[in-house]
């Protein structure tokens, strides 16, 4: 079984044809997701945090285009059930017995070799890389993404089906990592130096995932003009994960992906902590410098401009 991190659609549909999906240890999520606006969180609270079943049943334009058409054995994971809208994140993440239960709910056990793939925007990678970030943050490293996700797939002229599986419930386990995730009072929080994380540009990557659009403020972000002063946190380069996807769909090589960083002002050796609006965009970055060097010391700002806007909207500026 293939362990890589990033799989081609060929690998994938050779496991489809020898019948190894839901068989041999391969479990295939499909995270197709369409934003939508955020949940009240307190009557999010009341009536359907960790409700699994009201959850999945909630019906959504991201579970209609999956039940249209996916992957043969795929099972739709969706961001809207596996995170919550908290307080100041609009995808927050579960305590780990929580988030355990849902995964289980997906059919997927202990040491499964989960493959994701999504549809839509930056090759169909983008929300697959947040389930791999999730994955990767409760524990569980054995996951892949699918080049160029399901469009590549159709492209291939590979076989897809309607029939939505019915898995019994996995055994999967979370076991919940620190490090992956950096919080807003970690990046507020003063150092020995007596500054703030956040202000420590010169000894930290800070990469905003986000198109350059965006991060100029030429392109709307969701961001209020009455509340903040600008579109990005001075300090953050902008490394646009969409130019690392190619005109087919698909991730550029870890030489070109490196290359593309540096040229934007990454630094080798020094730690990384990426952002973006929610934390979504920024997790295709996350996974695409893990395939540079698994070593790199990644983390994903989770609650990103989103949150900054909520806590410290002065942090936000046009300055570089
Ligand atoms: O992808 S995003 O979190 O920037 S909306």
Redo the contacts with the bound molecule.
């Keep these: 079984m293939s362990q890589k991190r990033l799989v081609d659609c060929q690998w994938l549909a050779d496991q489809v044809t020898k019948g190894a999906v839901n068989q041999e240890g391969l479990r295939v999520l499909d995270c197709t997701f369409k934003?939508g606006p955020k949940l009240d969180p307190t009557e999010f609270k009341s009536t359907y945090y960790g409700q699994w079943e009201k959850l999945m049943e909630k019906p959504s334009e991201h579970t209609i285009d999956f039940s249209k058409s996916h992957i043969p054995g795929a099972v739709h994971a969706n961001i809207d059930v596996a995170m919550y809208p908290g307080d100041t994140e609009r995808f927050a993440l579960y305590p780990p017995q929580l988030f355990e239960e849902y995964i289980q709910r997906l059919g997927v056990n202990q040491g499964d070799h989960i493959v994701l793939y999504d549809r839509g925007m930056n090759g169909g990678m983008?929300f697959a890389a947040k389930f791999w970030w999730l994955f990767k943050t409760y524990g569980h490293d054995n996951v892949s993404i699918l080049n160029g996700g399901f469009h590549a797939w159709q492209k291939g002229n590979n076989p897809v089906s309607s029939e939505v599986v019915q898995l019994p419930k996995g055994d999967w386990k979370a076991n919940l990592r620190s490090g992956l995730n950096v919080t807003f009072e970690e990046l507020t929080t003063k150092q020995e130096d007596g500054r703030d994380l956040i202000d420590k540009a010169d000894e930290v990557n800070f990469l905003d995932?986000?198109k350059k659009e965006?991060f100029h403020g030429e392109e709307e972000t969701?961001l209020n003009p009455k509340t903040v002063n600008g579109s990005h946190i001075p300090g953050f380069i902008n490394v646009p994960v969409n130019q690392l996807v190619d005109s087919n769909g698909l991730l550029k090589s870890p030489a070109d992906i490196k290359a593309f960083a540096s040229s934007k002002g990454f630094r080798e050796g020094k730690p990384i902590i990426t952002c973006?609006?929610?934390?979504?965009?920024?997790s295709l970055l996350t996974f695409a410098l893990s395939l540079v060097d698994e070593q790199y010391p990644l983390r994903l700002y989770n609650g990103?401009l989103k949150e900054m806007e909520i806590r410290a909207p002065q942090r936000i500026s046009a300055k570089e």
């Design positions: 934003p983008m995932a986000r965006q969701g973006c609006n929610l934390g979504i965009q920024a990103s």
